[in-house]
Structure formats: C-alpha cells, structure tokens
C-alpha cells in the first residue's frame, strides 16, 4: 500500500512538471514574437540586430530581395530621340545674304574658374595675393560678317560659336552682290537704282569695334559712291585693294582703289567689255571673257606693276576660271563643266575628273588643295548659260581635290546630314587657319559653315 501512494504522488509530480515546462516553453515563444514584430526605431534596419529573429519560424517576413522595380509602364507610343548624324554642317545666316567675309577677331579667352582646394579650408595659408591685376587674356579666331539682302543691314559672329549679331542700321535696300575688305572694316555693296537700269555702287566703312563692346547694333556705314554701272569687281586676296571695271562710252576702263587711302589709279583699258576680273596676288590680275556655250572663251593677265598684258588660255568654249593664290595654277572648265588645272609655267593641262564651274571652288592659301561644291548629277546642255539664268540648279557634294596628286574625295553630301539640305554651293571661302569652309547656297542665298577639322 505505501508503495502505491509512492507511485501515485511521483505521476503527480511529474505531470505538474511537465505542465510547467510547457507553460515556461510558450510563454518564451510568445517573448520572441513580441520582440520580432517590435517598431523599428529610425536609421535600423527591420529585425533589429537579435541572432535568433533570423530564424523565427512564424516570421512573416521573407528572405528574398523585395522587387523594388516600378510597375512597367506603357511605352508603345515612345520614340527614341534621332541620333545626330553630322553637326559639322550649320546655317549661319538667318536670313539671305548679299554677300560676306572671314576674318580674325579678338575677344576675351574664355578661363575655367577653378574650384577651392581643401587645403584651402579652415586652417591653411592664404593664397598670395598678386602684386599686379592680371589683366584679362585674349585670342584671335575666326569670325563672319555678312549683309542682309533685303535691307544691306551688316550682322556678324564667331564661326566657333553662332551667335547673330546685328552690326549695323544704315539701310540700302535690295543689295545683290556685296564684298568686304580691309579686315571686315571696308564693305562695297552693288544694288539697281529705282529705274530698274542703272546699277548703284557704294563703298563704306565700318566703325572700329571696342574689345568686348560688340553688342550694340546701332553703327552706321558712312561712305561714298563709285562711278555708276560698274560692271564687275574683284579685291586682292589679303583685302587691301578693289579693282574694278567700268564703261567710259566705247571703252572699259580698269582701276584700282586703295580701301585704306582711297586713292584710286587706271591700270587697264579695253574696247571690248565683256570681261570678268579676280585678283588672286597684289602682282597679278587675271581677266576672261564673259562664258557661253556657244562662244570660245579667252583668258589674259595684267601686270600690275608693268601694266602688262598677255594671254593665258584661248578658244575653250564655254570658258570659266579660277586662277591660284600663287598665279602659277589656273583651274578651268568648259561647257561640259569638266574641271582642269591649266599650270602657267609648263604650259600643261591635266584633267582632275570632277565636273563643276571653278568659282564654286576655292583655292587653299598654299594653292596646293582646292574645295568644290559639285553637283552629284550634270544633266541637259548649254553650260555655264542655263545654270546663271537660274534656269537650272544643282544638288551639290563638297569635295577635296589633292593638285599634287590629283586625287579628289567626297567630304559631305549635304543633303545627307542632318540638315538635310539640298545645296548648290557659290562665293566659298576659307579661314585663315583653314579650318571651316563658307559658302552660300544659291538656291535661297542663306550662308553655310562646314568644320574641315
């Protein structure tokens, strides 16, 4: 009998110890819940730093990265941006031109500000302060001016940086051709009086400019008028002198003008006045008869020194040329436009296969490399007559011919740029460095820049 009570307060007591246990067991799981699920205090990440919450089996949290991606958005309609093909090819001019000019401004050179050092912080040396101001520093580059056809109004900008700026106010209205000497500060602009016959020529000059004072808009041009129905022109290379021809009853007659003095001279007569002139060097002008398809055409040189006069090239019909800076290069066409060098010297053409007229060309200044805008295609005849009459218009490429070699290459095709331009390419012109070339298209008279570089 006491073994049996023995017995029965043992089960007892066991059964009361393991009731504990399980109370003791729940009471601690019930603890890890509570302090898993606690608030986060600001700057914690969730789940605190507590070892064990990492393996809570009733977390509700998942291991797994959270996807923080957005919910996708509809983007059938999206059009991705058309990349730039070509920014070498830029509009410069926002209206047409009469005519332009490249030449070398200054202006202040753009300095980087250079940010603080951080030994220039709390605790370290002055800088040295200079005993002198350091005056501002400045450069030269390339820069345009160039005239409004509709108003003879003077605008300019850098070919670096295309910023129209108006320069002038004094009105001439309807100018057709205009031409700029003596570092842009000379201007000479062509246009028909009122009875629609008698052409007007008048030669001005531009007020110098103050070194950073360009912004101003309000300049007049004061000058005088050239002796009426001047029937051409042409200004030496580096744009010191004019020369121009003008009819005196039966004779034409040629004379030289200093921009700089004014001081004029004859230096040629003729009595047949048809003739085209250029002044490629202060030692040699070069004169051609008017082109036609049907007429033989004819080139001579003046001396200006000797006064001079003996013939170069005769009887190519439909002739058209453009002599090089150094006198010693003649590149000329004929009716089918095809392009040849005539060289002085030797007395020897050579055919460079390109078909264009030569004044959509330019000489470069060490008449080593010539620039054409030539027409991808050359259809109908009667050339060069049809294409001055504007009875026809080209789609230009812009092509780099190599005199030494005779190598020509296609550089651009405007009409494949991003511009999208159809060009017929007149008036081309270099910067002195040769780094951009100018030209004008025909088809609306609006100016154009292309980087070589």
Same mark, same amino acid.
């Given at each position: 009998?006491?073994?049996?009570?023995?017995?029965?307060?043992?089960?007892? /007591?066991?059964?009361?110890?393991?009731?504990?246990?399980?109370?003791?067991?729940?009471?601690?799981?019930?603890?890890?819940?509570?302090?898993?699920?606690?608030?986060?205090? &600001?700057?914690?990440?969730?789940?605190?730093?507590?070892?064990?919450?990492?393996?809570?089996?009733?977390?509700?949290?998942?291991?797994?990265?959270?996807?923080?991606?957005?919910?996708?958005?509809?983007?059938?309609?999206?059009?991705?941006?058309?990349?730039?093909?070509?920014?070498?090819?830029?509009?410069?001019?926002?209206?047409?031109?009469?005519?332009?000019?490249?030449?070398?401004?200054?202006?202040?050179?753009?300095? &980087?500000?250079?940010?603080?050092?951080?030994?220039?912080?709390?605790?370290?040396? &002055?800088?040295?302060?200079?005993?002198?101001?350091?005056? &501002?520093?400045?450069?030269?580059?390339?820069?345009?001016?160039?005239?409004?056809?509709?108003?003879?109004?003077?605008?300019?900008?850098?070919?670096?940086?295309?910023?129209?700026?108006?320069?002038?106010?004094?009105?001439?209205?309807?100018?057709?051709?205009?031409?700029?000497?003596?570092?842009?500060?000379?201007?000479?602009? /062509?246009?028909?009086?009122?009875?629609?016959?008698?052409?007007?020529?008048?030669?001005?000059?531009?007020?110098?400019?103050?070194?950073?004072?360009?912004?101003?808009?309000?300049?007049?041009?004061?000058?005088?008028?050239?002796?009426?129905?001047?029937?051409?022109?042409?200004?030496?290379?580096?744009?010191?002198?004019?020369?121009?021809?003008?009819?005196?009853?039966?004779?034409?007659?040629?004379?030289?003008?200093?921009?700089?003095?004014?001081?004029?001279?004859?230096?040629?007569?003729?009595?047949?006045?048809?003739? !085209?002139?250029?002044?490629?060097?202060?030692?040699?002008?070069?004169?051609?008869?008017?082109?036609?398809?049907?007429?033989?055409?004819?080139?001579?040189?003046?001396?200006?020194?000797?006064?001079?006069?003996?013939?170069?090239?005769?009887?190519?019909?439909?002739?058209?040329?453009?002599?090089?800076?150094?006198?010693?290069?003649?590149?000329?066409?004929?009716?089918?436009?095809?392009?040849?060098?005539?060289?002085?010297?030797?007395?020897?053409?050579?055919?460079?296969?390109?078909?264009?007229?030569?004044?959509?060309?330019?000489?470069?200044?060490?008449?080593?490399?010539?620039?054409?805008?030539?027409?991808?295609?050359?259809?109908?005849?009667?050339?060069?007559?049809?294409?001055?009459?504007?009875?026809?218009?080209?789609?230009?490429?812009?092509?780099?011919?190599?005199?030494?070699?005779?190598?020509?290459?296609?550089? !651009?095709?405007?009409?494949?740029?991003?511009?999208?331009?159809?060009?017929?390419?007149?008036? !081309?012109?270099?910067?002195?460095?040769?780094?951009?070339?100018?030209?004008?298209?025909?088809?609306?008279?609006?100016?154009?820049?292309?980087?070589?570089?």
């Amino acid at each position: 009998m006491p073994h049996v009570i023995f017995n029965y307060f043992m089960s007892k /007591r066991n059964f009361t110890l393991l009731i504990i246990v399980l109370v003791i067991v729940v009471a601690v799981l019930f603890g890890f819940l509570f302090y898993k699920n606690a608030p986060v205090a &600001p700057g914690e990440e969730p789940g605190g730093t507590n070892f064990f919450s990492q393996f809570n089996p009733f977390s509700n949290n998942d291991s797994t990265t959270p996807d923080v991606t957005p919910p996708p958005t509809d983007i059938s309609d999206y059009v991705p941006p058309e990349e730039e093909t070509n920014l070498s090819l830029l509009k410069v001019s926002s209206m047409p031109v009469a005519g332009y000019t490249v030449f070398q401004k200054e202006r202040f050179k753009e300095v &980087p500000v250079v940010a603080p050092s951080a030994m220039e912080g709390e605790g370290a040396l &002055p800088a040295p302060v200079p005993t002198k101001p350091t005056p &501002p520093q400045t450069e030269f580059v390339p820069a345009l001016r160039y005239v409004d056809r509709a108003t003879g109004n003077i605008y300019q900008t850098f070919a670096d940086k295309i910023e129209e700026r108006k320069f002038s106010v004094t009105v001439i209205p309807k100018v057709y051709e205009a031409v700029f000497g003596n570092g842009g500060e000379a201007v000479v602009m /062509r246009y028909v009086k009122g009875d629609g016959k008698s052409i007007e020529t008048f030669f001005g000059k531009l007020p110098k400019e103050i070194l950073g004072g360009d912004s101003t808009g309000e300049n007049e041009v004061r000058g005088t008028f050239l002796p009426a129905n001047i029937t051409d022109l042409s200004l030496t290379a580096d744009g010191k002198n004019l020369f121009y021809l003008f009819d005196s009853g039966e004779t034409t007659i040629g004379t030289t003008l200093d921009l700089t003095t004014e001081k004029k001279a004859q230096i040629f007569d003729s009595a047949f006045n048809e003739w !085209l002139p250029l002044w490629p060097n202060s030692k040699l002008i070069t004169l051609t008869t008017k082109p036609s398809y049907l007429a033989p055409g004819y080139m001579y040189k003046l001396d200006t020194g000797t006064k001079g006069f003996s013939q170069i090239l005769a009887d190519i019909t439909g002739l058209t040329t453009l002599t090089s800076p150094d006198g010693k290069k003649v590149l000329y066409a004929n009716n089918t436009l095809a392009l040849n060098i005539y060289h002085t010297d030797t007395k020897v053409s050579e055919s460079l296969g390109v078909r264009t007229l030569p004044e959509k060309c330019v000489w470069g200044k060490d008449s080593l490399v010539i620039y054409c805008a030539a027409p991808k295609m050359v259809t109908g005849a009667n050339y060069p007559d049809i294409w001055y009459q504007g009875e026809t218009s080209f789609d230009d490429q812009i092509w780099k011919i190599e005199v030494e070699t005779g190598s020509a290459s296609i550089l !651009l095709d405007p009409a494949s740029t991003t511009a999208g331009e159809n060009v017929d390419g007149i008036k !081309l012109s270099l910067d002195q460095g040769e780094k951009y070339l100018f030209f004008v298209n025909k088809k609306d008279s609006f100016l154009w820049k292309f980087d070589l570089e």
